[in-house]
């Protein structure tokens, strides 16, 4: 029996564990080993999505917590080495992007346990990104890479990984929307917070580049209130998001405003049901990007660059400026829906694939 560690760290994460999580707990020749790192604690970030994503609870809790980069970075490294150490997995797999995702990279890597990497391949270009750092390093260590879409195979061919460690799973988070899709469906979270039946759009933002600074801040939160104008607005506002607006004193003028509501971080189910029913959002997520494009839904980017560009080639998605957003949501509130469609292995069959690929590398 095979045992395979599991990273989950922050929220973006658990979209991606959950549906790998119920394919490996399914299969007879191995053992899922559930890791949460601490990195993302609060109820709303991380708990709720256990329990939308029907996660159990993890065998192993590191409660590593907030921190600057180095310190969560070998914070995790710390407590994962001694558990990794201790209890010898045969394979580890990190998910995504996040400082939990290189950290524990990093420490199979040296314990020379085999590493696979899921959502391996996406480049920004843009190396201001701490993600982006994030991804170039553990894709460079890991053994295993699984990518979403080819552009990842590409970049991973150019930096010299060779091609034997490189399988196009496609995008797993699309199996997790898949398979709540009937929770999603049936959730009631656009209608209490009665948008129902409007025109609404839905905001998320927490890169550092859009939120650390007041001015660029406060000049998104002004034409956010334009952007109220044509459409209400719903705003789950991540916690360092609501630490900045408190910190620059933007959240009062956003609250004011009524047709803009700010409210908590929403678990998974409630927010993939406002989004469902959303006529665009506004964000500056990476899988939002991606949930869009699959839900054929507008989605506007407040980035300069993004690692999921088949999301702007095929899906519905475009980068854009603050100053250019009450345009564009003209644009989209009056024009039809931009042509996309859905990338290939965009279908919910990820997880029987990576699977398979592990499952190959167990027994080759
Ligand atoms: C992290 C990831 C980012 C991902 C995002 C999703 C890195 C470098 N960044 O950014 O890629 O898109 O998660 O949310 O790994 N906080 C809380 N409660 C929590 C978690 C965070 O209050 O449960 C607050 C803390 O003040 C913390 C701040 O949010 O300092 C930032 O959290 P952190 O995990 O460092 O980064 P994120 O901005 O969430």
Same mark, same amino acid.
């Given at each position: 029996?095979?045992?395979?560690?599991?990273?989950?760290?922050?929220?973006?994460?658990?979209?991606?564990?959950?549906?790998?999580?119920?394919?490996?707990?399914?299969?007879?020749?191995?053992?899922?080993?559930?890791?949460?790192?601490?990195?993302?604690?609060?109820?709303?970030?991380?708990?709720?999505?256990?329990?939308?994503?029907?996660?159990?609870?993890?065998?192993?809790?590191?409660?590593?917590?907030?921190?600057?980069?180095?310190?969560?970075?070998?914070?995790?490294?710390?407590?994962?080495?001694?558990?990794?150490?201790?209890?010898?997995?045969?394979?580890?797999?990190?998910?995504?992007?996040?400082?939990?995702?290189?950290?524990?990279?990093?420490?199979?890597?040296?314990?020379?346990?085999?590493?696979?990497?899921?959502?391996?391949?996406?480049?920004?270009?843009?190396?201001?990104?701490?993600?982006?750092?994030?991804? &170039?390093? +553990? @894709? =460079?260590?890991?053994?295993?890479?699984? #990518?979403?879409?080819?552009?990842?195979?590409?970049?991973? !061919? *150019?930096?010299?990984?060779?091609?034997?460690?490189?399988?196009?799973?496609?995008?797993?988070?699309?199996?997790?929307?898949?398979?709540?899709?009937?929770?999603?469906?049936?959730?009631?979270?656009?209608?209490?917070?009665?948008?129902?039946?409007?025109?609404?759009?839905?905001?998320?933002?927490?890169?550092?580049?859009?939120?650390?600074?007041?001015?660029?801040?406060?000049?998104?939160?002004?034409?956010?209130?334009?952007?109220?104008?044509?459409?209400?607005?719903?705003?789950?506002?991540?916690?360092?998001?609501?630490?900045?607006?408190?910190?620059?004193?933007?959240?009062?003028?956003?609250?004011?405003?009524?047709?803009?509501?700010?409210?908590?971080?929403?678990?998974?189910?409630?927010?993939?049901?406002?989004?469902?029913?959303?006529?665009? &959002?506004? +964000? @500056? =997520?990476?899988?939002?990007?991606?949930? #869009?494009?699959?839900?054929?839904?507008?989605?506007?980017? !407040? *980035?300069?660059?993004?690692?999921?560009?088949?999301?702007?080639?095929?899906?519905?998605?475009?980068?854009?400026?603050?100053?250019?957003?009450?345009?564009?949501?003209?644009?989209?509130?009056?024009?039809?829906?931009?042509?996309?469609?859905?990338?290939?292995?965009?279908?919910?069959?990820?997880?029987?694939?990576?699977?398979?690929?592990?499952?190959?590398?167990?027994?080759?």
């Amino acid at each position: 029996m095979k045992k395979i560690h599991l990273i989950a760290a922050a929220r973006p994460n658990f979209m991606k564990i959950a549906p790998l999580y119920h394919a490996l707990n399914d299969a007879a020749w191995c053992h899922p080993v559930l890791i949460h790192t601490g990195q993302h604690y609060d109820a709303n970030m991380s708990a709720a999505f256990f329990a939308d994503l029907k996660l159990p609870q993890p065998d192993y809790h590191l409660e590593v917590g907030s921190g600057s980069h180095a310190e969560q970075t070998a914070g995790v490294m710390v407590a994962y080495e001694k558990i990794a150490l201790a209890d010898q997995p045969d394979w580890i797999v990190v998910v995504g992007d996040v400082n939990s995702t290189v950290a524990c990279a990093m420490v199979g890597a040296k314990c020379w346990i085999p590493v696979a990497h899921l959502e391996a391949g996406l480049r920004s270009g843009d190396r201001r990104m701490p993600e982006e750092i994030n991804r &170039i390093l +553990t @894709d =460079s260590i890991a053994d295993l890479l699984w #990518t979403p879409s080819m552009d990842g195979n590409q970049h991973l !061919l *150019r930096e010299g990984v060779e091609a034997e460690k490189i399988d196009l799973v496609g995008n797993i988070m699309i199996d997790s929307l898949l398979m709540r899709s009937a929770e999603i469906e049936a959730d009631t979270t656009a209608q209490q917070l009665a948008v129902a039946d409007s025109e609404y759009a839905v905001v998320t933002l927490h890169r550092p580049s859009n939120v650390d600074q007041h001015a660029v801040l406060a000049n998104i939160c002004e034409q956010l209130i334009e952007v109220s104008k044509q459409c209400q607005i719903v705003f789950p506002v991540h916690p360092r998001t609501r630490k900045k607006l408190h910190e620059f004193e933007l959240m009062a003028r956003l609250s004011a405003t009524d047709r803009i509501q700010c409210v908590q971080p929403l678990g998974y189910i409630q927010f993939m049901n406002l989004v469902t029913q959303a006529q665009l &959002i506004i +964000t @500056d =997520s990476g899988g939002i990007q991606e949930e #869009t494009t699959y839900l054929g839904i507008a989605c506007l980017t !407040l *980035r300069d660059n993004t690692e999921r560009p088949i999301t702007i080639t095929q899906g519905t998605n475009q980068l854009i400026r603050a100053d250019q957003l009450y345009q564009r949501v003209t644009d989209v509130l009056s024009a039809p829906a931009k042509a996309s469609s859905v990338p290939e292995l965009w279908d919910g069959k990820t997880a029987m694939r990576v699977l398979a690929s592990l499952h190959q590398r167990c027994f080759p």
